[in-house]
């Protein structure tokens, strides 16, 4: 069976697959999404459909919506997304050039870790989505809470130079911003597929999944 994750690009096969909600947006109806890719997004599931995103060129062009299952054509992790840095051919803004330079320096300490956000679907569409004040999108997986060296390299990472980056830490039932868990001096906000929750401790989930 299909597993689909948070921040996951799916390319949709068959467009009669979406399900849109009822009040559309103008920049939808004026044209499809952006080389017919969606993101799974954080959502309780409905009917078995997958909860998804649709985006178009401005920042604000953004709307939920639901995938059948059975209309997606392929799924691109984070993850996968690194290789395709390599294949990325001209003008490369600040946050290409910053993955690009963070890639060894992940890739050293062993993490399960890829680009989201405009980044990422940047390089899945090779379409020209970033400007150079465009952030970094970042999804860590860390299934487990962090020993103190890695804690200090995760405190590495947030400090890095070269264009904001926005890291997401994914625990596996939820994720939440690691700008956020670092400065926090209380409970944390881990998004879920069952809604936020205001956590001290966002690996323990108390109320189970």
């Known amino acids: 069976m299909p597993y689909w994750r948070a921040h996951d690009l799916l390319r949709v096969g068959d467009v009669a697959g979406l399900r849109l909600p009822a009040g559309r947006p103008?920049?939808?109806?004026?044209?499809?999404?952006?080389?017919?890719?969606?993101?799974?997004?954080?959502?309780?599931?409905?009917?078995?459909d997958i909860p998804v995103g649709l985006r178009a060129w401005r920042r604000e062009q953004r709307l939920a919506a639901w995938l059948a299952p059975e209309a997606v054509a392929k799924r691109l992790s984070p993850e996968s997304l690194l290789a395709r840095l390599d294949d990325w051919s001209g003008f490369r803004p600040p946050a290409l050039s910053v993955l690009a330079a963070l890639r060894p320096w992940m890739d050293a300490r062993?993490?399960?870790?890829?680009?989201?956000g405009s980044c990422g679907f940047a390089l899945a569409s090779g379409l020209p989505l970033l400007r150079a004040d465009s952030d970094l999108d970042l999804l860590i997986r860390l299934p487990s809470r962090p020993d103190p060296a890695r804690l200090n390299e995760l405190r590495r990472l947030n400090a890095w130079r070269g264009c904001r980056l926005d890291v997401q830490i994914d625990v596996g039932h939820g994720g939440f911003a690691l700008a956020e868990w670092l400065s926090a001096r209380g409970d944390v906000l881990l998004k879920t597929g069952r809604g936020p929750r205001l956590l001290s401790d966002p690996w323990r989930w108390e109320d189970g999944l």
């Not at 103008?26 to 599931?45: E, F, I, K, M, T």
């Open 26 to 48: 103008d920049w939808l109806a004026a044209g499809r999404p952006l080389a017919d890719l969606v993101v799974v997004r954080r959502d309780v599931r409905s009917g078995g």
């Open 110 to 116: 062993g993490w399960a870790w890829g680009p989201t």
